[in-house]
Antibody, heavy 117, light 108 residues
Framework: EVQLVQSGAEVKKPGESLKISCKGS????????IAWVRQMPGKGLEWMGI????????RYSPSFQGQVTISADKSISTAYLQWSSLKASDTAIYYC??????????WGQGTLVTVSS | SSELTQDPAVSVALGQTVRITCQGD??????ASWYQQKPGQAPVVVFF???NRPSGIPDRFSGSSSGNTASLTITGAQAEDEADYYC???????????FGSGTKVTVL
């Protein structure tokens, strides 16, 4: 059974950098694509991008290209989402999810990122 | 086009049937997948592809598609089905996805 465990909640100030993680377990995990999804407070789901753990091939949503960096470490079955300079508008819950058969399943538990001065 | 349109909210009486729709050009080429999200929880896939229901999802959840519209039907809605439901599709590149705006289902 594949499981995704995300890093814990973060509280940051505007302008600070941040890297959150999503660690997977289960059979054949490094051969999967991992997606990142944003959910701003009280809002819907937004697809941010996706990475193949096997070779770190990355695809970004046009809305998030240049705003975040998605990376991975195949050796530890972990995907990352990072910001170089956070803004208050980055406050949201960020989910990772495994992609297979064009479906996102399972999902991580979510990481709450709060950016406030 | 990368837009998927969903009704913001629908309500259904306990035990009755409700259909949630999702409209978009991409649905003419690709099947939608449907996600249920309860307050404070991560989304869960409840239906995907032409006719796929993940293990553990009750068979009262079913999906269909016609033209530019995908539908998720809950037959005999239960109180625990009260949640937000999102459809998701992809573009022609195969690796770019987008979600619908979500439908809040209230079970009366």
């Amino acid at each position: 059974e594949v499981q995704l465990v995300q890093s814990g909640a973060e509280v940051k100030k505007p302008g600070e950098s941040l890297k959150i993680s999503c660690k997977g377990s289960g059979k054949n995990f490094p051969n999967y694509w991992i997606a990142w999804v944003r959910q701003m407070p009280g809002k819907g789901l937004e697809w941010m991008g996706i990475i193949y753990l096997g070779d770190s091939d990355v695809r970004y949503s046009p809305s998030f290209q240049g705003q975040v960096t998605i990376s991975a470490d195949k050796s530890i079955s972990t995907a990352y989402l990072q910001w170089s300079s956070l803004k208050a508008s980055d406050t949201a819950i960020y989910y990772c999810a495994r992609e297979w058969d064009f479906t996102f399943d399972p999902w991580g538990q979510g990481t709450l990122v709060t950016v406030s001065s | 086009s990368s837009e998927l349109t969903q009704d913001p909210a629908v309500s259904v009486a306990l035990g009755q049937t409700v259909r949630i729709t999702c409209q978009g050009d991409s649905l003419r080429s690709y099947y939608a997948s449907w996600y249920q999200q309860k307050p404070g929880q991560a989304p869960v896939v409840v239906f995907f592809g032409k006719d796929n229901r993940p293990s553990g999802i009750p068979d009262r959840f079913s999906g269909s598609s016609s033209g530019n519209t995908a539908s998720l039907t809950i037959t005999g809605a239960q109180a625990e089905d009260e949640a937000d439901y999102y459809c998701k599709s992809r573009d022609s590149s195969g690796n770019h996805y987008f979600f619908g705006s979500g439908t809040k289902v209230t079970v009366l």
